[in-house]
Every structure is written in C-alpha cells, then in structure tokens.
C-alpha cells in the first residue's frame, strides 16, 4: 500500500537524473506513471524514446503501471497534448 495508490502523477523529463528518480519513487508509492523525456543529447539536441521508455521498462519490471511519452514539453502543443491526454475518450485505455 502506497501513499499514491490509484493516482495518477505526469513528470516531465523523467528519463534521466532527478526526473527519473522522482517517476521511480511515485511508482513505488503506488501511482500510474506517465513518463515524459524528450530524450535529447546533452547539448540540447535530437530526441529519443529510449531514455522514457526505459524507465517505463524499469516501473514494469518491479510490478508498476507506467506510459512513455516523448513529447517537448517547451513546445505548447506537446505539452498540452498529453496534459489534456486522460481527459480525452481515446486516451483513457492508454493512459488512465
Ligand atoms: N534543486 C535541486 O536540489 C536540484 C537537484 C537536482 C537537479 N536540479 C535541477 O533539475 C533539473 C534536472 O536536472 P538533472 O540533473 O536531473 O538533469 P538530466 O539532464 O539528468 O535530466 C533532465 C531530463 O530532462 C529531459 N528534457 C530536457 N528538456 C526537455 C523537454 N523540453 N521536454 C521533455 N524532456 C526534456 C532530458 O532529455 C533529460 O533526460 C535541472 O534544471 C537541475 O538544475 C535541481
């Protein structure tokens, strides 16, 4: 029993460093995870799923319930894209 069973928490940059750590935590306490990470190199550049996905991969692997998500959250539509995602009927089977 966690203290965020049946939540659902959105962190953003959550495939590297403090993000990662925080996703991993919330998990552990029992929350639904999306995990956002552009996936960029460290000058900024480029863009991957590999570093979201493999926290997701991580979250599962201990038992977990989580989602990836490589969008900018810089870029307005990409933000507001998943923030509005739950709320949305096609979005509810993917992502709570
Ligand atoms: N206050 C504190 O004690 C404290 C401690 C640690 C880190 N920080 C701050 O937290 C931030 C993260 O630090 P870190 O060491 O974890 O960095 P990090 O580089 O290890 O991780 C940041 C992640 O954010 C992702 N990212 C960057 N821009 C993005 C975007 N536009 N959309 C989505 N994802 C994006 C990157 O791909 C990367 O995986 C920094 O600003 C750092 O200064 C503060």
Redesign the pocket.
């Known amino acids: 029993m966690g203290i965020c069973d049946g939540r659902v928490v959105v962190i ?10 925080h996703a991993l935590e919330f998990a552990r306490q029992g929350a639904k995870v999306v995990v ?5 190199e ?1 000058d ?1 550049t480029g ?2 799923t590999g ?2 996905g493999e926290v997701v991969d991580e979250i599962r692997g201990m038992g977990g319930e989580a989602v990836a998500n ?6 307005w539509d ?2 507001g894209g998943w923030s509005r995602a739950p709320s949305t009927p096609s979005a509810r089977s993917t992502c709570w």
């Open positions: 953003t940059g959550a495939g590297r460093g403090i993000g990662r750590e956002n990470d552009l996936g960029g460290m900024g863009s991957s570093p979201a490589g969008d900018d959250v810089s870029d990409g933000a």
